[in-house]
Protein backbone atom coordinates (compact mmCIF):
# COMPACT_ATOMS: atom_id res chain seq x y z
CA UNK A 1 0.00 0.00 0.00
CA UNK A 2 1.31 3.12 -0.80
CA UNK A 3 1.58 6.16 1.62
CA UNK A 4 -0.95 8.42 -0.30
CA UNK A 5 -3.52 5.48 -0.09
CA UNK A 6 -2.86 4.81 3.41
CA UNK A 7 -3.25 8.23 4.50
CA UNK A 8 -6.84 8.83 2.53
CA UNK A 9 -7.94 5.76 4.83
CA UNK A 10 -6.70 7.36 7.64
CA UNK A 11 -8.57 10.69 6.90
CA UNK A 12 -11.85 8.74 5.34
CA UNK A 13 -11.42 6.51 8.71
CA UNK A 14 -11.24 9.74 10.97
CA UNK A 15 -14.63 11.29 9.27
CA UNK A 16 -16.64 8.82 10.04
CA UNK A 17 -15.60 8.41 13.66
CA UNK A 18 -16.29 12.01 13.79
CA UNK A 19 -19.59 11.77 12.22
CA UNK A 20 -20.43 8.84 14.83
CA UNK A 21 -19.30 11.11 17.60
CA UNK A 22 -21.98 14.11 15.96
CA UNK A 23 -24.64 11.53 15.99
CA UNK A 24 -24.04 9.81 19.67
CA UNK A 25 -24.11 13.65 20.89
CA UNK A 26 -26.65 15.00 18.97
CA UNK A 27 -29.18 11.91 19.82
CA UNK A 28 -28.36 12.33 23.17
CA UNK A 29 -29.34 16.07 23.11
CA UNK A 30 -32.62 14.83 22.01
CA UNK A 31 -33.44 12.29 24.71
CA UNK A 32 -32.13 14.64 27.32
CA UNK A 33 -34.37 17.39 25.94
CA UNK A 34 -37.30 14.74 26.20
CA UNK A 35 -36.78 13.62 29.49
CA UNK A 36 -36.94 17.39 30.47
CA UNK A 37 -40.32 17.77 28.58
CA UNK A 38 -42.24 15.16 30.85
CA UNK A 39 -44.08 17.26 33.90
CA UNK A 40 -44.36 14.40 36.58
CA UNK A 41 -42.11 11.05 37.51
CA UNK A 42 -44.47 7.88 36.50
CA UNK A 43 -44.29 6.86 40.42
CA UNK A 44 -44.52 9.82 41.87
CA UNK A 45 -48.45 12.10 42.08
CA UNK A 46 -48.32 15.76 42.64
CA UNK A 47 -47.52 16.04 46.95
CA UNK A 48 -48.29 19.50 48.79
CA UNK A 49 -46.03 20.75 51.77
CA UNK A 50 -48.42 23.96 51.69
CA UNK A 51 -50.79 25.21 53.68
CA UNK A 52 -54.56 24.43 53.56
CA UNK A 53 -56.92 27.37 52.28
CA UNK A 54 -57.10 29.64 55.36
CA UNK A 55 -54.10 29.11 56.55
CA UNK A 56 -53.92 26.15 58.31
CA UNK A 57 -51.29 22.94 57.78
CA UNK A 58 -51.76 20.44 55.60
CA UNK A 59 -51.45 17.18 58.06
CA UNK A 60 -52.21 13.05 58.32
CA UNK A 61 -56.22 13.84 59.00
CA UNK A 62 -56.66 15.71 55.75
CA UNK A 63 -55.27 12.17 54.35
CA UNK A 64 -51.66 13.70 53.55
CA UNK A 65 -49.27 10.79 53.20
CA UNK A 66 -45.28 12.11 53.64
CA UNK A 67 -43.35 11.27 50.34
CA UNK A 68 -40.59 9.80 52.10
CA UNK A 69 -43.10 7.53 53.65
CA UNK A 70 -44.21 3.58 52.72
CA UNK A 71 -47.86 3.36 53.55
CA UNK A 72 -49.49 -0.08 54.30
CA UNK A 73 -52.59 -0.94 52.35
CA UNK A 74 -53.52 -2.04 55.80
CA UNK A 75 -52.38 1.12 57.98
CA UNK A 76 -55.12 2.88 59.95
CA UNK A 77 -53.83 6.45 59.16
CA UNK A 78 -57.47 8.25 57.23
CA UNK A 79 -55.45 7.87 54.11
CA UNK A 80 -56.22 4.75 54.13
CA UNK A 81 -58.50 3.82 56.32
CA UNK A 82 -61.41 6.55 54.70
CA UNK A 83 -61.25 4.77 51.34
CA UNK A 84 -64.31 2.95 49.91
CA UNK A 85 -64.98 0.28 52.25
CA UNK A 86 -65.32 -2.27 48.31
CA UNK A 87 -61.75 -0.86 47.39
CA UNK A 88 -60.04 -1.02 50.02
CA UNK A 89 -60.77 -4.53 50.66
CA UNK A 90 -59.35 -5.19 46.68
CA UNK A 91 -56.40 -3.64 47.30
CA UNK A 92 -55.61 -5.10 50.40
CA UNK A 93 -56.64 -8.34 48.79
CA UNK A 94 -54.20 -7.70 45.61
CA UNK A 95 -51.51 -7.24 48.20
CA UNK A 96 -51.64 -9.84 49.60
CA UNK A 97 -50.91 -12.02 46.87
CA UNK A 98 -48.42 -9.32 45.51
CA UNK A 99 -46.32 -10.19 48.35
CA UNK A 100 -46.46 -13.82 47.74
CA UNK A 101 -44.77 -12.27 44.45
CA UNK A 102 -41.81 -10.75 46.47
CA UNK A 103 -43.62 -7.45 44.85
CA UNK A 104 -44.48 -5.08 48.41
CA UNK A 105 -47.72 -2.60 47.44
CA UNK A 106 -47.74 0.63 49.55
CA UNK A 107 -50.24 3.55 49.42
CA UNK A 108 -48.62 7.14 47.71
CA UNK A 109 -51.85 8.85 48.11
CA UNK A 110 -55.72 7.48 49.06
CA UNK A 111 -58.61 9.07 50.43
CA UNK A 112 -58.08 13.20 50.77
CA UNK A 113 -60.28 16.41 52.07
CA UNK A 114 -61.61 18.83 50.31
CA UNK A 115 -59.72 21.44 51.73
CA UNK A 116 -56.16 19.12 51.03
CA UNK A 117 -57.32 18.26 47.00
CA UNK A 118 -58.18 22.37 47.00
CA UNK A 119 -54.07 22.52 47.68
CA UNK A 120 -52.99 20.30 45.46
CA UNK A 121 -54.49 21.75 43.05
CA UNK A 122 -53.28 25.16 43.78
CA UNK A 123 -49.84 23.74 43.89
CA UNK A 124 -50.21 22.10 40.50
CA UNK A 125 -51.44 25.25 38.59
CA UNK A 126 -48.38 27.00 40.26
CA UNK A 127 -46.06 24.02 39.07
CA UNK A 128 -47.44 23.66 35.65
CA UNK A 129 -48.75 27.62 34.84
CA UNK A 130 -52.21 27.18 34.29
CA UNK A 131 -55.59 25.80 34.99
CA UNK A 132 -55.83 23.92 32.01
CA UNK A 133 -52.56 21.52 32.23
CA UNK A 134 -53.34 21.61 36.39
CA UNK A 135 -56.60 19.75 35.19
CA UNK A 136 -54.73 16.71 33.57
CA UNK A 137 -53.21 16.16 37.00
CA UNK A 138 -55.03 17.37 39.88
CA UNK A 139 -59.28 17.46 39.60
CA UNK A 140 -60.83 19.86 41.89
CA UNK A 141 -62.54 19.05 45.10
CA UNK A 142 -66.56 18.60 43.62
CA UNK A 143 -64.60 16.09 41.17
CA UNK A 144 -62.07 14.21 42.79
CA UNK A 145 -62.56 10.56 42.71
CA UNK A 146 -60.08 10.90 46.09
CA UNK A 147 -62.25 13.13 48.08
CA UNK A 148 -64.68 10.81 47.43
CA UNK A 149 -62.27 8.09 48.72
CA UNK A 150 -63.15 6.01 44.80
CA UNK A 151 -59.29 6.29 44.03
CA UNK A 152 -55.94 5.22 45.78
CA UNK A 153 -52.37 5.96 44.39
CA UNK A 154 -49.93 3.09 44.74
CA UNK A 155 -46.61 2.36 44.39
CA UNK A 156 -44.01 1.81 43.54
CA UNK A 157 -43.15 1.03 40.21
CA UNK A 158 -43.02 -2.57 40.50
CA UNK A 159 -46.08 -2.58 42.07
CA UNK A 160 -47.68 -0.80 39.67
CA UNK A 161 -46.14 -3.01 36.96
CA UNK A 162 -47.78 -5.96 38.76
CA UNK A 163 -51.41 -4.63 39.02
CA UNK A 164 -51.68 -3.95 35.62
CA UNK A 165 -51.38 -7.33 35.01
CA UNK A 166 -53.13 -8.80 37.88
CA UNK A 167 -55.47 -6.31 38.69
CA UNK A 168 -58.43 -6.92 36.59
CA UNK A 169 -58.45 -10.13 39.04
CA UNK A 170 -59.42 -7.84 42.24
CA UNK A 171 -61.86 -5.26 39.91
CA UNK A 172 -58.63 -2.69 40.18
CA UNK A 173 -58.26 -0.91 37.20
CA UNK A 174 -55.48 2.00 35.64
CA UNK A 175 -57.80 4.91 34.74
CA UNK A 176 -55.44 7.06 33.43
CA UNK A 177 -52.59 6.64 30.89
CA UNK A 178 -50.69 9.46 32.70
CA UNK A 179 -51.15 8.12 36.29
CA UNK A 180 -50.08 5.07 35.73
CA UNK A 181 -50.32 5.13 40.03
CA UNK A 182 -53.94 6.02 40.23
CA UNK A 183 -56.13 2.80 40.66
CA UNK A 184 -59.70 2.41 40.65
CA UNK A 185 -62.62 0.01 41.60
CA UNK A 186 -63.86 -1.36 38.46
CA UNK A 187 -65.75 -4.73 39.94
CA UNK A 188 -66.70 -5.64 35.66
CA UNK A 189 -63.22 -6.20 35.44
CA UNK A 190 -62.96 -9.08 37.21
CA UNK A 191 -65.28 -10.95 34.37
CA UNK A 192 -64.44 -8.29 31.34
CA UNK A 193 -61.23 -6.68 32.06
CA UNK A 194 -60.19 -3.68 32.83
CA UNK A 195 -61.80 -0.48 30.38
CA UNK A 196 -59.61 1.68 28.00
CA UNK A 197 -57.40 4.00 29.88
CA UNK A 198 -58.57 7.82 29.66
CA UNK A 199 -55.11 10.17 28.18
CA UNK A 200 -55.48 11.88 31.25
CA UNK A 201 -58.60 12.99 33.73
CA UNK A 202 -59.63 15.85 31.25
CA UNK A 203 -60.59 12.91 29.15
CA UNK A 204 -62.84 11.51 31.65
CA UNK A 205 -66.47 12.14 31.49
CA UNK A 206 -66.90 12.06 34.92
CA UNK A 207 -65.22 15.90 35.17
CA UNK A 208 -68.36 16.81 33.51
CA UNK A 209 -70.86 14.83 36.06
Not at 96 to 110: F, M, Q
Not at 116 to 143: C, F, H, M, N
Not at 145 to 168: F, I, K, N
Request: proline residues 7%.
Amino acid sequence: MNTSHATRQRRVTAMIGAALLAAIVIGSIVVISQQSSVPASASTPVVSDGALPGGGPVGEADGKIDEADRISVFDGTPAVSKLDPALLAAVQAAAVDAEADGIRVHVNSGWRSPAYQEALLADAIAKYGSAEEAARWVATPERSEHVSGDAVDLGPVDAQDWLSRHGSRYGLCQIYENEPWHFELRPGAVANGCPIMYADPTADPRVDR
